[in-house]
């Protein structure tokens, strides 16, 4: 139940919006490597009346905290509302993840709810849909997308995210 954004309409930018600089993980998994991850928090809340703090946490180690802005809506001038469809991203912090079994948990302090995933690093395509490693590139960004009633988390490939 992921609203109106699947996998394709995640997270990432295209068309006339620039998409933002976020670090390449393209390469094979190396044997005893840390897989690199960038974390994309977009926001979805119906109602924020303060900044969310999304905390990003691996095996119980707290590696990053997302301060996510409330979205303000347009106020009309001289008449004229003047709106934006593109998905509100924050990128939050950049983080390594060691080779074994791993349980991802991001939590909303506000909201007080939370998402985990639980899988083998190095991850290929998603923690959700894991792939060989001959068949789909290495995943190198955690996608968080946050609602006042719901919190998802996966990681994915940056190159194959496309925010709608």
């Known amino acids: ?6 996998w394709l309409a995640i997270a990432a930018c295209g068309g006339a919006t620039a998409a933002p600089e976020l670090p390449s993980n393209r390469a094979a998994a190396t044997p005893g490597k840390r897989q690199r991850f960038t974390t994309m928090v977009i926001e979805e809340y119906s109602t924020c009346a303060a900044p969310h703090h999304v905390v990003i946490t691996i095996d119980g180690v707290p590696r990053g905290t997302v301060v996510v802005p409330c979205y303000v809506r347009p106020q009309p001038h001289n008449g004229v509302i003047v709106t934006s469809s593109e998905p509100r991203v924050t990128v939050g912090p950049v983080f390594e993840v060691e080779p074994g ?26 923690l ?6 001959d ?9 968080v997308i946050v609602h006042v009633d719901w919190i998802r988390a996966d990681v994915g490939v940056r190159a194959n995210l496309i925010l709608m």
């Open 101 to 126: 079994e791993h349980t991802l948990i991001v939590s909303d302090l506000e909201t007080k709810l939370d998402a985990r995933q639980a899988g083998t690093f190095p991850v290929h395509d998603s």
């Open 135 to 143: 068949k789909a590139p290495l995943a190198d960004v955690l996608v």
């Open 1 to 6: 139940m992921w609203t109106r954004l699947a």
């Open 128 to 133: 959700a849909t894991p792939k060989p490693a």
